[in-house]
Structures are given as structure tokens and as C-alpha cells.
């Protein structure tokens, strides 16, 4: 296990490279992608887990990045929304009108980009499980909706 | 007509939102910036006896601590009623206490947590009921020494109330003589949240020539202005707001707080930079959130159910400070009648000060609330005299020539047309397949209507501009102090360009950032004016531009610039298309073979003011509020389980009448958005105290949105009735698609469930109640 109390050097890969970041004990994930690496793609809602906005992949699987320490993504594969370089995701929101203000909008890419690697057969109700854990405060969620569906259906 | 208007056009900075480039004024990342960090109350009504602040001042990191003694000004956008940070006693949960500028935010909350205050709890008043009775607790006990800040607001002495605004139109004695059913019924709506997903944000610093730099998540970047200028006597000119993308707003971004806090903390540490972030909490409660209601309505009407008298008292909760409630009061009045043709009208609206957090302007500006208690009398009126609830709706409908309740008349123009509205909802809606249909297994599928009808109460002076400047290449920048909140204002503004220009929207660059040093003034980006507001400077702007574009031309051609026309980036003969000059030629300046130049640079200025809007007479509520009118039904349909008493919301649906719809998919999203956060305040939205005012929902956890999936199908339709004074007719479209949706599922549910629903949000507790007579 690793423990540490004061301020250190640790390595971690972000958007497959390998970045050394000075981090406290304390610094959640979010926190570092922002401030130490700045990645302000990655937005934060609420900081308590309960808005999406912060999502990253972590193995390819979207988790809250306000929810996890910095130094547990140590040994990880951390991907943001900066890190998805031209996915099908991103053009299906922009041809579906998926967002307005934006704010919410690379939570919902990262949700919507793992869902389509680890579930590309998802039928709705899959779909909703996986997009509950997000909130749009903008659209009213169709859109949101028609955007996933055409890249799942490969229409993108 | 119709060279781009009616396309689907992609916003400009779309691209940016997607691969997380657009930046939100917290993601400008500054090394040595300070953190401020606000102290809040945990009390809803208190005295403050003592602040401790000796331990925390020697906290890591510490560069001051600030508290309400520190500060001698009062502040409020009509009313200077409020403190920036509490003075002798706190008003409401959540209240700013004191606050920590440190060199980090970790140090800052550190200190923060080490400040000692001692209250002494006061009487609390937790409802509108409470804050009207006689020998009740004032809040205010100042309220007649407050400085007004426009002459329209009326606080009563010795009472919680800070306005009150009256609708008397036509013979009151009459219209009840004539009525022959009369219909009552009162409700209580209350307060909620925004909850913009971006909470909000502010950064000041102060720089050794005096220049004040601000910048802010702000949906009114020059109100700022005037708010600094105004409470501290700093000239206007050297104050600098600059606002970048904002992560949604609906109304909550209006207010000015933070940015006061900011300035007040830079101030403090010889101007350094400090910036200052809501939490989630914060921007919950401690910011400004949405009005609640307590409303008595009583209509009378004809047998065949004509409406013939209305008297309505609503009281508003503003909260703990005024803020804009005035405003939302005097709106409430103004459209008090719905879309509905009512002759006989008392109305009175108060405000009324309680210790609830501070409301402000929300999406609808209190026209939500508004609704859901006429759109119930509709329903109400309709069971009683066994009409139809769309044909009650018809016969009561809104028609060129009646008059407001402030007595203006109503034209096609200026209004639109209601009952085509109505036509078409009622297909779109399948109504005529029957209003309740029971199913198999306890379940029954019901609908229900809720109809709208808007305009802005903007100051009667409000004004709007637009600087357009060319590239060398020919393309047009185009810059306006209008705000990218997130409904698209930007890309409209180029779109309304790109038609008058007859060009390519694609060569036009819309400054997504307002600076208020360089940005022409915008009154504010709210009040679903922008379109209307920025759009005719736009169009005056373009003209400008077009004017010197011919007269360059016909220098060149030697002819009179009558006889030339722009499109296409070129300017032509207009009797021989063959010869033209394109834009980048002349755009800044022409140059003859030899090389003498002519001309210069050509630059297009546009403005717009309101006209012909006046002050509402104090008595009577005479007068013209806004510039025009939006209206509107909508629907919703549920699937009732007559057992558990839970329901589905299967389908929502809009009709509005548009004037003419500039961008299809942009205001659909826009109005899907808005019906689905108009879902989430019937449903399951609101604030919910405890006995001491303690709101207990200050997380998304427990404050409850809707969330994909839980959306309905969603159905919209437009009906297109020119407003002859908007540019291409496009009648302002943006807060709308909430406004009726509240009412229409508390209609589908009453129907559904057989109960008389009056609060919202409407939960299957609720109806269970309402059913069993189990009070809560
Ligand atoms: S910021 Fe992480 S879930 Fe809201
Ligand atoms: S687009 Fe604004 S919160 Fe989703």
C-alpha cells in the first residue's frame, strides 16, 4: 500500500503520456487533472459524486474524477476529454445538438465513449443505466439520447 | 427572405465544446492566485453577538479575514437592502458571514473552519403566511431607510413587505354581477434551485493604475459594472468585466454577489488577484435561487364559460433580501391573466421578505409560478362547468384587439396568435382520443394542458449594440456584449447577419468573450430578449455597413450607389451582375492601379433601444412593460398507477408561436430544456426547510432533478405570426418551453388521480395524501 503525508512526486499517464506531477496526499484526481496538468476539460459540478461532470476513463471505464484520490490513479490508464482526438462521440453531439452551454458535455462523452467500447450492443435500458449517472441541467436529454444511439447504431 | 433563416445551424464554438477547449471563467488556471472563502450562516434568523476570527488569522496561508463590520455599504438591484457580508444579524441560511482570502483554497477553508461566531437565534419566519401576520417578526426593521435604486419599488413600513403591485382593469362590481359560477382555490409553490451545472464563479484584481479587472460567470457583465461603480464609488470607466463561456445560467447568473466579494477581498490584499468559487452548497443556497408563491385566486364566469371577473392575490417569497423579486412581482402582475381575455381584474402582487435564501430571476421569471395557478382555475372552471378543458381554454383565448392587463391592446403583431396554438396542440397532443383512459393492470394514461404567455419587464430604457469590423479577406467580425450562456445567442446574432449580408455564416466570427471595456453595451442576457434586442442592432449595424459599402463602390464605379447591391461578399451593378468589386477590395480602403487609395476602412455600428415602454401606474398597474408578447400551450401526458399512486410522464408538448423560426434545432433544444426542467419543479424540485428555515437540501443528492431517461418523449410544433418589429419576424423564444409544463402535469394528475392538486412538486406522497385526506 502506498502511504505518504506530505507532498510528492508522482508518475501517472494521462492521454497516454507519462506525466510526473507534484501532488498532495489529499488531491483528488480532478483536482490534478485541473490545476496541476491543466485539463479543464474535465469540469466539476459538485464535487460529491452525484453531477457527472468530472467523469475521465480510468481503464477505459468512466469514473467520477472527483471521487478518486490522485494517488490512486498511480498505475492507471487516465483518459479525458482531451485525450479522445476525434472520437465519434464528440461529432454525434455536435450533429445531434447534444449540448448548449457545454458544461456538461465531456462527462457525457466519457460516459457515452466507454459505454460504446464495453457495451456496443447496449439497449435502452442499459443506456439510461449507464447516462443516469450524469446530469444536464441544459437539454432536455433527447438529444443526448439520439446522439449516443447513432454512434452505437454506428450512424456516426 | 429564407437565404439562412429557418436552417439548422450548428453553433459556432460547437467544435470547442466537444474536446473540452471552450474555457469557463474557473478554467483559466493562474499561479498565486488568492482563494476567498465565505464563512455562511447556519441559522436562518439570528443576531450576531461576537465573530472570533483571532485563531483563524494565524491559520497557513491567511492574508485576511473580512467580516460584515468591515464593510460600510449596502447593495441590492432596486433596493439597497443587503449587506455583502452579514451586519448584526443574518437574514437567511446560508447567509455570508465572513470571509478568508488565503494563498490557496485548502488554506483558506482551513481558516474558515476556525472562525468562532456566536448567535443568538432569532424568531424565524418560514413561510409567507408567517411573514404577513400581524405582530409578526420584521426582518427589515430598517426597510424605510433603504436606498431605492429605481423609483418603482414600494416598501410598506413596519411589515415584511418590499413591494406591491397592483392590476386594476375594467368594472371589478360588474364582472361579478355577471358571473354566474365562481371558482376559488389557493396554492402554494415553492422555492427551488437553478442549479447550473457550472456553480458560480468570480475573480477580481485590482491593478496599480486603478483599472478594476473582473471576471465572472456572469449573464450581465455590465450590471456588474454599474454594481461596483455604484457600491463602492469606483468610476465606471476603469472597472473591466470580461466574461467567457458560462456554464447555464437560467436567471441565477444575473444576480451580482460573488462578484462583490471579489472585489471587497482584492481590495483587502492591495489588489491582488483573488478569485472566489460557490460549492455546490453555496451556489444552493448562500447565491440566489427561485422564488416560492403562496397565491388566492378567484374567478367568475358565464354559464357557457366565459370568464367575467378575476381577483388574485399572489405573495411572493423573495427571501431574505429583495434582489429582483420586485421585478418578478410587477411581472406577475403584468401577465396575471394568462393568455386569456379577462375584462374585470384586481390583482395584487406583494413581495414579501421571509428567511429563506434570496430569490432572484429564474426561466419564466415568475410566469412558472404564474401559470400553475391560473392554468389550475382553467382546469377547475372546466370541471365545474363540464366543459372541455381545451375548449374552455378557446373560449376564453386571447384575441387581437382585447387588452392586456396593464391595458395595452393586443394585435397579431405583438402577441401572435394563441388559438392556433391551441388548434395545433390539440393534435399534436391526440386530445380529441379523450383526456383519461383507463388501461389494464391499475393503470391510466391522462393528459392535461398548460398554456403561457410572456413578455420582459426590461427597464423601459434598456439598450443593445453591435460593432462590426472586416478582415482583410472580406469576412466580418462581429462583436456584441451578449453573453454564450448556452441557447446559441452568438450563432443567431451571425445568423441574422449572414441573411442581411447575404453571405456565408461560415465567414463570419462571432467574439465569444465579452470585455465590457470593448464590447458594446448589452442590457443583460435574459428575459429571452436577446434575439429581439441584439438582432435589431445586428440588422441597423449591417446597414450601416451596407450603406458604405455602396458609396465606396459607387466612388469606384462612378455611379450612384443606388444602382448597386450587396451579396455574395461582392458588390454588383445591379444591371450588369458581371461587374462587381468583391468585399476584400474595398473592405479597408480601394487602391486605383497607380496606387492612390479611396475610402478607408469600413466599419458597421448598431443600436437598439426599447421603445414606448413605460412605468406602470402605482394604483392601477396602467402602462407598457415590455415590448411584445410570447405565447403558447403545452401538454402533458402520464400513465397513473391508481394503486401505488406513482406516475410516468410519457409526453410533453409545446406550441408556440414563434413569430418565425430563425434556427429549428436550436430552439427546440431550447425549449426540450426547458420542459424538462419545468418536469423536474413538478415532480420533484424544491426546497425543503426545516422548522428553523435549515434547508435540508443542499446537495444533488438530496435535491432532485430529472435525469436521462426520466424524460418524456417530447413533442413540438410552431405556429409562425410575424412580430413586425423583430428581425425576420422571430418573436424572442427561450425561457418559454417551462412556463406552462408545471400547470399541465398538476392538470394530467388531478385528472389521472381524481384530486385537486394546488402544490407542487407533485410526489406519489402527495397524492396519496390528497386521496387518503391524511394531513401532512
Ligand atoms: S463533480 Fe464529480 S460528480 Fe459532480
Ligand atoms: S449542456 Fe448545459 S448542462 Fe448540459
Redesign the interface.
Known amino acids: 500500500m502506498l502511504a505518504f503525508s506530505e507532498k510528492s512526486i508522482v508518475k501517472l499517464n494521462v492521454n497516454g503520456e507519462n506525466v510526473t506531477v507534484m501532488i498532495?496526499p489529499?488531491y483528488t484526481l480532478l483536482h490534478v487533472l485541473?490545476?496541476e496538468l491543466?485539463?479543464?476539460?474535465?469540469?466539476?459540478?459538485?464535487?460529491?459524486?452525484?453531477?457527472g461532470?468530472c467523469t475521465v476513463l480510468v481503464d477505459g471505464w468512466p469514473i467520477k474524477s472527483c471521487l478518486m484520490l490522485a494517488a490512486e490513479a498511480i498505475g492507471h490508464q487516465i483518459v479525458?476529454?482531451?485525450g479522445?482526438k476525434n472520437a465519434p462521440i464528440?461529432?454525434s453531439?455536435?450533429?445531434n445538438?447534444g449540448?448548449?452551454?457545454?458544461?456538461?458535455?465531456?462527462g457525457f462523452?466519457m460516459v457515452c465513449h466507454a459505454l460504446k467500447n464495453i457495451h456496443p450492443d447496449a439497449n435502452?435500458f442499459v443506456?439510461?443505466q449507464w447516462?443516469?449517472s450524469?446530469?444536464?441541467?441544459?437539454?432536455?436529454?433527447?438529444?443526448?439520447?439520439n446522439a449516443v444511439k447513432a454512434v452505437l447504431e454506428n450512424r456516426i | 427572405m429564407g437565404y439562412i433563416i429557418g436552417k439548422n445551424i450548428?453553433r459556432k464554438?460547437?467544435?470547442?465544446?466537444?474536446?473540452?477547449?471552450?474555457?469557463?471563467t474557473?478554467?483559466f488556471?493562474t499561479t498565486g492566485i488568492y482563494h476567498a472563502e465565505l464563512l455562511i450562516s447556519p441559522y436562518a434568523h439570528a443576531k450576531i453577538i461576537n465573530i472570533d476570527i483571532f485563531e483563524a488569522v494565524s491559520s497557513t496561508g491567511v492574508k485576511t479575514i473580512i467580516t460584515g463590520s468591515d464593510i460600510n455599504v449596502l447593495c441590492g438591484p432596486l433596493l439597497d437592502d443587503m449587506p455583502p457580508l452579514a451586519k448584526e444579524k443574518v437574514r437567511y441560511h446560508g447567509e455570508p458571514v465572513a470571509m478568508v482570502v488565503a494563498d490557496c483554497e485548502?488554506n483558506a477553508k482551513a481558516a474558515v473552519a476556525k472562525i468562532n461566531v456566536q448567535y443568538q437565534p432569532l424568531q424565524v419566519v418560514n413561510s409567507v403566511l408567517n411573514a404577513l401576520k400581524e405582530n409578526t417578526v420584521i426582518i427589515h426593521e430598517n426597510l424605510q431607510q433603504y436606498k431605492k435604486n429605481v423609483p418603482d419599488v414600494y416598501p410598506e413600513a413596519n411589515s415584511n413587505i418590499c413591494s406591491h403591485v397592483k392590476i386594476r382593469k375594467g368594472d371589478q362590481q360588474k364582472g361579478w354581477q355577471d358571473s354566474e359560477i365562481i371558482v376559488e382555490s389557493s396554492f402554494t409553490l415553492p422555492q427551488s434551485d437553478?442549479?447550473?451545472?457550472?456553480?458560480r464563479t468570480a475573480q477580481c484584481e485590482i491593478l496599480p493604475n486603478g483599472r478594476v479587472i473582473i471576471s465572472s460567470s456572469t449573464q450581465a457583465p455590465f450590471s456588474v459594472k454599474e454594481q461596483i461603480n455604484k457600491t463602492f464609488q469606483v468610476p465606471i470607466g476603469v472597472i473591466d468585466v470580461n466574461v467567457f463561456?458560462?456554464?447555464?445560467?437560467?436567471g441565477g447568473k444575473v444576480p451580482v454577489q460573488l462578484e462583490i466579494l471579489a472585489y471587497i477581498a482584492s481590495k483587502a490584499v492591495d489588489g491582488h488577484a483573488v478569485k472566489i468559487v460557490n460549492?455546490?452548497e453555496k451556489d444552493m443556497i448562500t447565491s440566489p435561487g427561485k422564488i416560492g408563491l403562496e397565491a388566492n385566486m378567484k374567478i367568475g364566469a358565464k354559464k357557457n364559460g366565459k370568464i367575467m371577473a378575476a381577483e388574485m392575490h399572489f405573495n411572493v417569497d423573495c427571501g431574505g433580501y429583495a434582489e429582483i423579486g420586485p421585478r418578478i412581482a410587477k411581472a406577475i402582475a403584468v401577465d396575471c391573466a394568462g393568455p386569456y381575455n379577462i375584462e374585470n381584474i384586481s390583482c395584487d402582487v406583494l413581495c414579501v421578505y421571509t428567511n429563506h435564501p434570496v430569490a432572484t430571476s429564474f426561466r419564466g421569471f415568475g410566469h412558472t409560478s404564474q401559470a400553475f395557478c391560473i392554468e389550475r382555475m382553467l382546469d377547475k372552471l372546466a370541471a365545474a362547468l363540464n366543459i372541455d378543458p381545451l375548449e374552455i381554454r378557446m373560449i376564453n383565448a386571447l384575441v387581437e384587439g382585447n387588452y392586456s392587463p396593464t391595458q395595452v391592446k393586443i394585435t397579431l403583431s405583438n402577441t401572435g396568435n394563441f388559438g392556433e396554438c391551441l388548434n395545433k396542440l390539440k393534435t399534436l397532443i391526440n386530445w380529441d382520443e379523450g383526456q383519461r383512459i383507463e388501461e389494464n393492470n391499475n393503470l391510466v394514461r391522462a393528459k392535461g394542458i398548460g398554456c403561457f404567455i410572456k413578455t420582459s419587464d426590461s427597464p423601459t430604457n434598456a439598450i443593445s449594440g453591435v460593432l462590426l469590423t472586416f478582415n482583410s479577406d472580406g469576412s466580418i467580425n462581429l462583436n456584441c456584449g451578449v453573453v454564450e450562456?448556452?441557447?446559441?445567442m452568438k450563432t443567431t446574432a451571425a445568423q441574422i447577419l449572414a441573411e442581411k449580408m447575404k453571405m456565408d455564416i461560415g465567414r463570419i466570427h462571432v467574439k465569444m468573450e465579452v470585455d465590457t471595456q470593448t464590447s458594446p453595451v448589452h442590457w443583460k442576457t435574459v428575459a429571452s430578449m436577446t434575439t429581439y434586442m441584439v438582432g435589431r442592432a445586428v440588422l441597423s449595424a449591417a446597414e450601416d455597413l451596407i450603406r458604405q459599402l455602396l458609396n465606396a463602390a459607387a466612388t469606384v464605379f462612378k455611379c450612384a450607389p443606388e444602382d448597386l447591391e450587396v451579396a455574395d461578399e461582392k458588390v454588383f451593378l445591379k444591371t450588369d451582375l458581371q461587374t462587381y468589386l468583391t468585399l476584400k477590395d474595398i473592405v479597408h480602403g480601394y487602391q486605383y492601379q497607380n496606387g492612390n487609395s479611396v475610402v478607408g476602412q469600413i466599419m458597421g455600428r448598431g443600436s437598439f433601444i426599447m421603445n414606448q415602454l413605460t412605468f406602470l401606474d402605482k394604483e392601477t398597474g396602467l402602462g407598457k412593460a415590455g415590448p411584445y408578447w410570447t405565447v403558447g400551450a403545452q401538454a402533458v401526458e402520464i400513465e397513473f398507477d391508481t394503486q401505488q399512486h406513482t406516475y410516468r410522464i410519457l409526453k410533453a408538448a409545446t406550441v408556440v408561436d414563434a413569430g418565425k423560426v430563425l434556427n429549428p434545432?436550436?430552439v427546440?433544444?431550447?425549449l426540450?430544456?426547458?420542459?424538462?426542467?419545468g418536469l423536474g419543479l413538478g415532480t420533484s424540485e424544491s426546497f425543503i426547510y426545516d422548522t428553523e428555515g435549515i434547508v435540508q437540501n443542499t446537495?444533488?443528492?438530496t435535491y432532485k432533478?430529472?435525469?436521462?431517461?426520466e424524460?418524456p418523449?417530447?413533442l413540438i410544433d410552431f405556429v409562425e405570426t410575424p412580430q413586425i418589429d423583430a428581425p425576420y419576424g422571430s418573436r424572442g423564444l427561450a425561457e418559454h418551453g417551462i412556463i406552462g409544463i408545471p400547470a399541465a402535469l398538476a392538470n394530467a394528475i388531478s385528472v389521472a388521480a381524481h384530486v385537486d392538486i394546488i402544490n407542487l412538486p407533485i410526489t406519489p406522497e402527495q397524492i396519496w395524501r390528497l386521496k387518503a385526506g391524511v394531513q401532512v
Request: charged residues 20%.
Open positions: 498532495n489529499s485541473r490545476e491543466g485539463l479543464t476539460g474535465t469540469k466539476p459540478g459538485c464535487e460529491n459524486g452525484d453531477c461532470a479525458t476529454v482531451e479522445l464528440q461529432k453531439f455536435v450533429e445538438w449540448f448548449q452551454c457545454g458544461y456538461c458535455t465531456s462523452l435502452d443506456i439510461e447516462l443516469q450524469n446530469l444536464c441541467r441544459c437539454t432536455g436529454y433527447g438529444e443526448i439520447k | 450548428v464554438e460547437a467544435f470547442n465544446k466537444v474536446t473540452g477547449t471552450a474555457k469557463y474557473d478554467d488556471i485548502q437553478h442549479a447550473a451545472m457550472e456553480t463561456f458560462v456554464g447555464g445560467g437560467f460549492n455546490r450562456i448556452g441557447p446559441g434545432k436550436t427546440k433544444g431550447v426540450m430544456g426547458g420542459m424538462c426542467m446537495s444533488f443528492r432533478m430529472m435525469r436521462y431517461g424524460n418523449d417530447y
